[in-house]
């Protein structure tokens, strides 16, 4: 395990465990009416409790958070893909209201092309065809 990793959980866990401390010793000490018998619970609970909030957050502020696998790598931007560009005369599908361009990927692989001939039809806003 990586030591930021160690760290990091050191942290969490000693910042939870001061947290649970302080509200024991604040506990204690409500049931208590008198300063002499608060004492105990002070030097027992809180005092060391409020050291494990800050012995805790020094160590998370040290280490960075933990990371997922995937975000450990060479991160690549994402691949933008490229409009179809074929000249060939637009395309439609039956029923369809679209123009598209031959290799569009929304009509690429259908059976059921048809050419868009003189039909009113809007340019599909993946291909753009032109005409």
Known sequence: MPTSRLLWWGGVAAAATGAVLCVLGWYGVSGERFAERQVPYLASCTVPG????VAGAVLLGG???PRRAAEDGPREPPAVPERPSSDAPPVRVPGGTLAHRPDCPLVAGKADVAPAGDA???PCPVCEPEG
Not at 50 to 53: E, F, G, M, R, V
Request: zero cysteines; a negative charge; charged letters at 10%.
């Open 50 to 53: 409020a050291a494990l909030i």
């Open 63 to 65: 280490a960075p958070p």
């Open 120 to 122: 009113a039809l809007e």
